[in-house]
C-alpha cells in the first residue's frame, strides 16, 4: 500500500488536475457487474465492453442519467479486448481468438466462431491473453501472459509472447521474452507496443516497441523457441543480475523498453493506452500516447521519439483520482477518454471494485512540459505555454539524475547505478516555449529523472514538475 503522506500527495494532485481534465462516471444499474476486460467505441455511439465474468455489454447514452445496458453476449471465458473489423467483433478469451456477430439486429449476438485457438493452457489462473490490435494488413496480434504458480495440464507453448493471427486463424510467433504484457496496440506510424508489469526479470513496467525476432528479457516460455514456428534465432539465457543497458551488448536479439515507469513514481501496473488522434479535443497532447495504471487508478502520458532507429521517449503523471483500477481505455467521437476499470481482487486505489468512467478536456490548458527530447549535450524540453524566461534559464531550476534497473531473477528491481547529473546551461528559446538543457553525464540506456521549479511567464505552477526520460540512444 502507498504511505498514508504519499496518498494524500495523490489526492491532492488529482484535485489540481480537476480543473484542466474532469472525471465523468457511468451510473451501472443494479445486477450489472462491469469488471470491464475490453472496450470498444462504436460507429453508431455506443459503448462496448466485455467483461472478466465472460459477458459483452452495449452502452447507449453511457454519461446521462439514464445509461441504457443491453447484454450482447455471455458465457465467454475471460475476454480480454475488443475490434470491431469486417462486420464482426473480435475478441480474446482465455483459450482461443474469436469472433462474434449480431445476425438479425436484435442488439444481441447470435453467431461465435472461432478464429484459432493454436496455442494450448496449462490451467493456470494467469494464463490471460491482451489484444487483440489490428495491423495496417488486417492481421491481429496478441500477447500471452506467463504464467504464476500451478499448471495442472502441463508446461504450454507460447506464453509471454507476442503472436500474429491471419482472418482464417494461422498463427505465428513474433516476439518473446514478456511478463505481464497487459496492453497492446498499433501506434498511428503502424509501429506495435506493449506494455509489461513490473516483476521477476522486468525490472520496472515498461511500454515497449515489437519487432520480429524480439526479446523482452524474461526467459520463462523461450524453451517454445524450439518449434519449428519460431523461425527466428534463439534469446539464450539471460545473464542474471546485469544491469540493463549492459544485457543489449550481450544478447543481440534483447530489445530495451522504449520507456520505464519509475515504480510507485508513474504507477505500479500500466495495461491499455491510446493515442491521441483528435486533433486538439483533448488539450494541447495531439499525437502522444495515454497510459491506464490498474493499481493507481490513474492516466500516464507518454511522449516519444525514434533515434537511430529506436523508439524512446519520456513519461509524465497525468491524472489521478479515478474511482478504480483502469484495463482499458478508447476515445469516443467527441475526444474524451474512456476508461473501463476492474480491480479483480488485485486491488487499486479508488475504494470501487468496477466501472466506465470518462476523461474530458475542460478548454483550459495546463502549463505543463508537453515534450522532452534527446539531444546530443542533453534535453530539450517544449511547453505548453511560454515560460518564465528568468527562472527558465537558471540552471538551479532543474535537478536531474539517473538510474538503471537489473535484469535479474528477483521481483523487481531497484534504481540501480544512481547518479547526479549536472544541468551546464539553460537556454530559453525567444518565444519561451522550449528550454535546451545542457546536462553531464548523458547515459545510454538509463532513465533520466528531471525535476522542475518553473513558472509560466504568468506566473502559474507547472501542473507536474516531474519528467523521466528513457534514454535508450544519445543522438549524434
Not at 495442472?152 to 498463427?171: E, H, N, Q, S, Y
Not at 528479457?217 to 543497458?245: I, Q, R, V, Y
Not at 540552471?395 to 523487481?412: D, Q
Not at 547529473?421 to 532513465?447: F, H, N, Q, W
Request: hydrophobic share 35%; with cysteine; net charge negative.
Amino acid at each position: 500500500m502507498i504511505p498514508m503522506f504519499a496518498a494524500l500527495a495523490l489526492l491532492q494532485d488529482g484535485s489540481r488536475e480537476e480543473r484542466y481534465y474532469r472525471i465523468e462516471t457511468c451510473k451501472i444499474p443494479a445486477g450489472v457487474e462491469l469488471e470491464v476486460g475490453g472496450l470498444l467505441q462504436l460507429a453508431d455511439g455506443r459503448v462496448m465492453a466485455c467483461t472478466r465474468r465472460g459477458e459483452v455489454w452495449t452502452v447507449a447514452d453511457a454519461f446521462t442519467d439514464a445509461p441504457k445496458f443491453v447484454r450482447y453476449a455471455q458465457g465467454l471465458h475471460e475476454p480480454l479486448g475488443l475490434v470491431e473489423h469486417d462486420g464482426w467483433i473480435w475478441f480474446t478469451q482465455r483459450g482461443e481468438l474469436s469472433r462474434m456477430r449480431d445476425s438479425d439486429g436484435d442488439g444481441r449476438a447470435d453467431v461465435f466462431e472461432t478464429v484459432c485457438d493454436a496455442w494450448p493452457i496449462s490451467g493456470n489462473y494467469h494464463e490471460y491473453n491482451f489484444g487483440p490490435a489490428l495491423d495496417r494488413d488486417g492481421n491481429f496480434w496478441i500477447t500471452t501472459n506467463k504464467p504464476f504458480g500451478d499448471e495442472p495440464f502441463g508446461r504450454a507453448k507460447w506464453r509471454g509472447f507476442a503472436l500474429k493471427i491471419t482472418p482464417d486463424g494461422a498463427m505465428t510467433p513474433m516476439a518473446c521474452g514478456l511478463r505481464s504484457p497487459a496492453g497492446v496496440g498499433f501506434a498511428p506510424s503502424g509501429e506495435l507496443f506493449y506494455t509489461d508489469n513490473q516483476g521477476e526479470w522486468c525490472g520496472a513496467s515498461k511500454l515497449a516497441h515489437i519487432e520480429p525476432g524480439d526479446f523482452h528479457g524474461h526467459p520463462w516460455g523461450t524453451f517454445a523457441c524450439e518449434d519449428p514456428l519460431w523461425s527466428f534465432s534463439k534469446p539464450g539465457d539471460p545473464p542474471n543480475g546485469t544491469k540493463m543497458p549492459e544485457v543489449e551488448g550481450q544478447m543481440p536479439s534483447f530489445k530495451l523498453p522504449a520507456v520505464w515507469f519509475p515504480y510507485d513514481k508513474m504507477g505500479r501496473s500500466p495495461a491499455g493506452f491510446a493515442w491521441d488522434e483528435s486533433n486538439g479535443k483533448f488539450g494541447p497532447f495531439a499525437g502522444q500516447l495515454f497510459v491506464s495504471d490498474q493499481y493507481q487508478s490513474s492516466v500516464l502520458r507518454v511522449a516519444l521519439e525514434q533515434v537511430d532507429g529506436h523508439w524512446q521517449g519520456a513519461c509524465f503523471p497525468f491524472r489521478l483520482g479515478f474511482q478504480c483500477g483502469i484495463i482499458r481505455v478508447a476515445w469516443d467521437p467527441a475526444g474524451r477518454l474512456l476508461c473501463g476499470q476492474t480491480d479483480r481482487g488485485w486491488g487499486s486505489l479508488g475504494g470501487k471494485t468496477m466501472g466506465l468512467q470518462r476523461l474530458a478536456w475542460t478548454g483550459e490548458v495546463p502549463f505543463e512540459v508537453r515534450e522532452m527530447h534527446a539531444t546530443s549535450r542533453g534535453f530539450e524540453l517544449v511547453f505548453t505555454r511560454s515560460v518564465d524566461a528568468k527562472q527558465a534559464s537558471d540552471i538551479a531550476s532543474y535537478k536531474m539524475s539517473s538510474y538503471t534497473y537489473l535484469l535479474h531473477e528477483p521481483y523487481g528491481s531497484p534504481e540501480t547505478d544512481t547518479a547526479v547529473c549536472t544541468v551546464k546551461s539553460a537556454l530559453v528559446s525567444a518565444d519561451g516555449r522550449r528550454v535546451a538543457l545542457e546536462i553531464e553525464p548523458l547515459r545510454r540506456g538509463y532513465v533520466h529523472e528531471l525535476q522542475l521549479s518553473v513558472s509560466a511567464a504568468d506566473g502559474e505552477p507547472l501542473l507536474h514538475d516531474r519528467a523521466y526520460y528513457t534514454l535508450g540512444r544519445i543522438p549524434r
